[in-house]
């Protein structure tokens, strides 16, 4: 993540095991942050999918 914010590459000097683990450990992570996003917008259609006037919260307080 850093390295992209800084728009920095990988080293060429990196032996290319090294490289590979940096690209699958930014895949990973890339995958985690769509999954969270995906996630919290399922939770927050669910908890506006009430009838109207009323609302719940993820463990089922109605508010």
Request: aromatic share 4%.
């Amino acid at each position: 993540m850093l390295r992209n914010r800084l728009g920095l590459e990988v080293d060429e000097e990196l032996p290319a095991s090294l490289a590979a683990l940096l690209q699958e450990l930014e895949r990973r992570e890339q995958v985690e942050a769509e999954w969270s996003a995906t996630t919290l917008a399922a939770h927050v259609s669910m908890a506006f999918d009430e009838p109207e006037g009323t609302f719940s919260d993820p463990h089922g307080h109605a508010a």
